[in-house]
């Protein structure tokens, strides 16, 4: 029992002599002063400087854990800056086989320019889809003035050929994000008429989980799990996008309702049971029907929203011209400038221990130091106990 209490007592003078040389002010103050007022009046600011550190921490960390973001917007101007792709889908096409050269004039008379330098069909890539609905795509190259000089300067003939051509400004790295039937993306171009397109290109890179509910590696198939993503990864040559996510799902669940699986079949089909009206009605009350019940249930979970993306706004003008068979196509960048969106933490990780540590600091005068002196009353007890068993 004597034993027992030998230490007991050397743990209280180990305690109590660490208490007073602690960097911890409040709390050496009370072992200090030998007066029971002034103690007491210590241990009362103690309680209370603590309590106030309590509640500011949690505070702190719960400002951390709301992930807030600051946003900046910076005007950068890039030259030469990176012309987007352009591809022009052929509407109603009545050739099984068109070429470039059948309704597009290229290096005939230097109608067609890019930067002030003729054009040829090499700069232009050709695309059949899953429909056999042809497209062309005008390769991206470097552009080093603005203004509708150094633009992309093209010439259409589209007598007996197409009735019009649609074109999409996208991003190289990007589909065009053109699908038959349901997209309503680009730009119809109609014979008949001189149309200018300028563009200003728009850089958004947000932060990933989590500050925003979206995915920022979006080329590893093990970033989320979901078989309609890794789909999307796997069977396209471009970035994923959960544009294409959803059309790929929606389009599944439109064979579902009509129990085919070959698409050209499908469509085939579909056009041979209905009228020209009755087959447009009858499309978009299916979609309309997914849209409105699976798209919630069986897509959305699925497929992440990618957090960063390259945009062009554009804006469109047009005027008639005298050749109702010809249509003029300027495409050409507004400015050289560009803007980047992105985002920043409000508060990260080294923001959290500052404001942990100047509240600490502030309120009962700890410091990281401060935290070795807890250790090294942990382990003079341990000492002491431990001398205990020895003995």
């Not at 925003?212 to 799990?225: A, G, I």
Request: charged share 25%; with cysteine; net charge negative.
């Amino acid at each position: 029992m004597n034993s027992l209490k030998s230490k007991k007592e050397q743990i209280k003078e180990k305690s109590t002599e660490i208490a007073l040389n602690s960097s911890v002010i409040g709390l050496s103050n009370i072992f200090r002063t030998e007066k029971t007022c002034l103690k007491f009046m210590w241990i009362i600011l103690f309680v209370i400087s603590l309590g106030g550190t309590i509640y500011t921490v949690i505070k702190v960390l719960n400002n951390y854990l709301e992930y807030e973001v600051i946003t900046n917007i910076n005007v950068v101007t890039q030259i030469p800056a990176e012309f987007p792709a352009v591809t022009f889908y052929l509407i109603q096409n009545n050739k099984d086989n068109i070429k470039l050269s059948d309704f597009l004039y290229l290096g005939i008379f230097n109608k067609s320019l890019f930067n002030q330098q003729v054009i040829s069909e090499n700069d232009f890539e050709e695309i059949k889809d899953e429909f056999n609905f042809t497209s062309f795509k005008f390769k991206p190259k470097k552009s080093f003035m603005d203004g509708e000089l150094f633009g992309l300067k093209l010439y259409f003939d589209l007598t007996n050929i197409v009735d019009n051509i649609k074109v999409i400004i996208h991003n190289d790295s990007d589909d065009s994000g053109y699908h038959a039937g349901y997209s309503r993306k680009g730009f119809d171009l109609k014979p008949g008429y001189d149309y200018k397109i300028s563009i200003k290109k728009v850089l958004t890179e947000k932060l990933g989980q989590p500050y925003n509910d979206c995915l920022k590696d979006v080329k590893s198939r093990n970033s989320f799990d979901s078989d309609l993503y890794r789909y999307i990864l796997d069977s396209t040559k471009y970035l994923y996008k959960q544009r294409d996510c959803f059309e790929y799902c929606i389009g599944k669940e439109f064979y579902k309702y009509l129990n085919i699986t070959n698409k050209i079949d499908h469509w085939t089909e579909i056009a041979q049971r209905y009228p020209d009206v009755e087959f447009k009605d009858k499309f978009f009350q299916i979609i309309t029907k997914i849209i409105e019940g699976e798209l919630n249930e069986k897509c959305i979970p699925f497929c992440p929203l990618e957090c960063d993306s390259i945009k062009y706004e554009q804006s469109m003008y047009s005027n008639q011209i005298d050749v109702s068979s010809i249509v003029s196509l300027n495409i050409f960048y507004e400015s050289l400038e560009y803007t980047v969106i992105n985002q920043k933490a409000k508060m990260d990780e080294f923001d959290l221990i500052s404001n942990i540590g100047g509240n600490l600091g502030l309120f009962i005068g700890v410091s990281f130091l401060s935290l070795a002196e807890f250790i090294e009353l942990f382990v003079e007890t341990i000492y002491i106990m431990l001398k205990k068993i020895e003995e």
